[in-house]
């Protein structure tokens, strides 16, 4: 039976270290986009994009986006952007923690970060796209409805066959709001 306080080998007990250091969270930079790359493609609900697509959001869209870096490296990223046709609301794309960053609440609080941004001062809405089996970001989004004192809705948005032609699950519309501008300022621990 597995003890799951025990190391299994010594990385493990370096990881352990560095997990309970606080992590830095902060826009990406151009030289971000390999590790959220590799931080993504680990991670297994997420769809897997381009080195490209990541280096873009990197630099595209660094101010709606956040990483958190535990010792200088990237262990969390949120990915996100403003739609054009709809500049008071947040897009979230992609969260993805590494597991040696997970069960603090870190993706939870780099949204916060996100939206206190003064850039986001305009935003009053929270959308994101899941699959029905996707437990742990359900789970997220709620916590952050609740947090922000909104409901959160749900709607069909990208249909299994109608949009993925049987190639991936049905997408569900997550939508939270309209909620007060957090506006908290960047570059905070957690």
Known sequence: MHNSQALDTPQDAVLQQVSQEPALLGMPTDTDGAALHNLIRSSAFLD???LYCYLLLCTHFAETSVVA?????V???VT??????????????????AKIAQRRGLAKTMIHEILGREALAN??????TVTRDNKASRALFNALA?????E???????DRKKHFRNLHDSEYQLKIGPFKPAHQGAG???
């Open 80 to 97: 996100a952007y403003v739609p054009p046709q709809q500049p008071d609301t947040l897009f979230i794309w992609q969260v993805a923690v």
């Open 146 to 150: 609740r947090d922000l004192g909104c």
């Open 188 to 190: 905070r621990t957690a």
């Open 152 to 158: 959160l809705t749900e709607s069909m948005m990208f």
């Open 48 to 50: 897997d994009n381009s």
């Open 123 to 128: 935003v009053r809405w929270i959308e994101t």
């Open 75 to 77: 262990a969390a990223v």
């Open 69 to 73: 870096r535990l010792e200088g490296k």
